[in-house]
């Protein structure tokens, strides 16, 4: 048994050790609060300087970057054009008449279009792109890598212009008011000389003026040289809208011929006879064609003339078994109808398929090998032959080249031009010419002009040939002609 007085000390040891307890969790307790306390503080710091960063650098209407975070990134993006990196466009925009939208329906109409607006810019941006507000009805866009050509740059430029003009004059919907409004686009190039990011701002905003002097809603650029060649294209594109309804477009036919001066074969080359331009070449509209879509229209109207120039040369003995050879766009040949497109014809015309030679370049291949080569399969399988247009100007990979089902080859004209006088394409063509016959392919070298160029390829067993010495490419009736009469 234990003595009393032990007992109350051991009482009191007791308590003493629960009142330490007691006292330790409190200040845990206490502890643990005021860690929360400063997390909280610190959160509070880190959400207040983000709303201050986004009050320095975004516009709180739309949420866009502001002058001061635009003119950051333009002089950055602009040092590393300077640097020989790529082009670039700054573009200025002033919503037209918009005083007019706040002096009817009020301000708070105003502010929902500016917000709308702004969501339609972006709509039209691509990923490294800036829309920024500067502030009422002006915004800016910051374009860059717009490749390494002015005219491209400019182009690009352009192209967004459209849109975005396209896209703002659908009408708006303000609450339950449907508004039209237009705008006006100043733009001027990186490229165009100017000394800083600021002298940019200035000629874009000069150019904007511009645009508005010309009656509004539309685009112009700082530099008139400039304007002036998107002027010409942009005539040029509408006119050629138009070419295809007045039947502008004819073929005209360049013969082929083997090694004994036999014609074999003809390429049909389109011409574009304008009632003021005259005779424009394919290689001035061709890719604007390509580029506005309208390709796919002539393409067809190319394909449909020579399946009839076939059909009406198979009743006739001399030219029974001349190989028609057309272009193909790698547009048109991407299209998902364009086997289907190219069966029916053959059969509707009633032609024999191996007299029909699709000529394609290499860029067919660039956007997919696979499906180029199902596409082509599925053609040969039905009979049509096909030719490597342009060979050795593209990226000419051996590792496909086995795999295409190709007929021939046909070797770019730049390498027959010199063929006399200059080493390394002697060794070129040389060495197309073997590969040909390795994988049992025929070649036919084009652009050939002179006897020489004739000769040295004869005696490099080139097999084909199509030039200006056998025939330039002609309207049907003189070249009907010409094969009937030598
Ligand atoms: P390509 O298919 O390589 O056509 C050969 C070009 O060389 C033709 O130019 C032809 O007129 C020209 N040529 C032929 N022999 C000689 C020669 O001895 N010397 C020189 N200096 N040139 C010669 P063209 O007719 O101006 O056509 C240019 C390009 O336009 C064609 O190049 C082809 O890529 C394209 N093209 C022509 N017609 C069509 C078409 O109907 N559809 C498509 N998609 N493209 C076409
Ligand atoms: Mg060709
Ligand atoms: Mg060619």
């Known amino acids: 048994m234990r003595q009393l007085p032990e007992l109350a000390e051991l009482v009191i040891a007791n308590r003493e050790l629960a009142f330490q307890n007691e006292e330790k969790e409190r200040r845990l307790a206490e502890l643990v609060i005021a860690n929360r306390e400063l997390a909280f503080q610190i959160e509070e710091r880190g959400r207040l300087t983000t709303e201050l960063n986004n009050l320095a650098f975004y516009d709180t209407l739309t949420g866009l970057p502001n002058r001061r975070l635009l003119v950051d990134r333009l002089r950055r993006a602009f040092a590393a054009s300077q640097r020989g990196g790529q082009d670039g466009a700054l573009m200025y925009i002033d919503l037209d008449k918009f005083k007019d939208l706040n002096d009817t329906l009020g301000h708070d109409f105003g502010d929902l279009l500016l917000q709308q607006t702004a969501q339609r810019l972006e709509?039209?941006?691509?990923?490294?792109?800036?829309?920024?507000?500067?502030?009422?009805?002006?915004?800016?866009?910051?374009?860059?890598?717009?490749?390494?050509?002015?005219?491209?740059?400019?182009?690009?430029?352009?192209?967004?212009?459209?849109?975005?003009?396209?896209?703002?004059?659908?009408?708006?919907?303000?609450?339950?008011?449907?508004?039209?409004?237009?705008?006006?686009?100043?733009?001027?190039?990186?490229?165009?000389?100017?000394?800083?990011?600021?002298?940019?701002?200035?000629?874009?905003?000069?150019?904007?003026?511009?645009?508005?002097?010309?009656?509004?809603?539309?685009?112009?650029?700082?530099?008139?040289?400039?304007?002036?060649?998107?002027?010409?294209?942009?005539?040029?594109?509408?006119?050629?809208?138009?070419?295809?309804?007045?039947?502008?477009?004819?073929?005209?036919?360049?013969?082929?011929?083997d090694n004994l001066h036999r014609p074999f074969g003809v390429e049909a080359l389109i011409r574009w006879i304008h009632p003021d331009r005259g005779l424009v070449s394919p290689a001035q509209f061709i890719p604007l064609a390509e580029e506005s879509g309208l390709i796919l229209s002539i393409g067809k109207t190319v394909l449909e003339t020579a399946c009839s120039r076939l059909k009406a040369w198979q009743q006739d003995a001399l030219t029974r078994d001349l190989i028609l050879a057309v272009n193909i766009s790698a547009v048109q040949f991407h299209q998902a109808e364009f086997v289907a497109e190219v069966q029916s014809l053959v059969q509707s015309h009633a032609i024999i398929p191996t007299r029909l030679k699709l000529e394609i370049t290499e860029s067919v291949l660039l956007k997919n090998v696979e499906s180029a080569i199902a596409t082509m399969s599925a053609l040969k399988d039905i009979g049509v032959r096909f030719s490597l247009d342009d060979f050795g100007t593209?990226?000419?990979?051996?590792?496909?080249?086995?795999?295409?089902?190709?007929?021939?080859?046909?070797?770019?004209?730049?390498?027959?031009?010199?063929?006399?006088?200059?080493?390394?394409?002697?060794?070129?063509?040389?060495?197309?010419?073997?590969?040909?016959?390795?994988?049992?392919?025929?070649?036919?070298?084009?652009?050939?002009?002179?006897?020489d160029q004739r000769q040295f390829l004869l005696d490099k067993n080139c097999t084909h040939y199509q030039g200006y010495l056998f025939g330039k490419p002609e309207p049907i009736e003189q070249f009907e002609a010409l094969l009937r009469h030598g």
């Open 123 to 257: 709509s039209c941006m691509r990923k490294n792109d800036t829309v920024a507000r500067l502030g009422g009805d002006e915004f800016v866009i910051l374009l860059e890598d717009l490749g390494q050509q002015p005219i491209e740059a400019a182009l690009q430029a352009k192209a967004v212009g459209d849109k975005i003009l396209a896209v703002v004059n659908q009408p708006y919907l303000l609450v339950t008011h449907e508004y039209h409004i237009t705008l006006s686009i100043g733009a001027t190039l990186f490229s165009d000389h100017a000394t800083s990011a600021e002298e940019l701002l200035k000629r874009a905003d000069i150019a904007m003026y511009q645009a508005k002097k010309a009656g509004r809603n539309t685009l112009r650029f700082f530099n008139q040289k400039m304007q002036d060649v998107i002027n010409a294209r942009t005539s040029l594109e509408d006119d050629l809208r138009k070419a295809l309804e007045s039947q502008e477009f004819q073929l005209y036919y360049q013969i082929q011929v």
């Open 394 to 451: 593209g990226y000419s990979s051996l590792q496909y080249l086995k795999r295409l089902p190709i007929d021939q080859l046909k070797i770019d004209q730049s390498f027959i031009r010199n063929i006399a006088t200059d080493n390394s394409d002697k060794a070129i063509v040389c060495a197309i010419i073997a590969m040909a016959h390795s994988l049992d392919l025929d070649v036919i070298a084009e652009g050939v002009e002179t006897d």
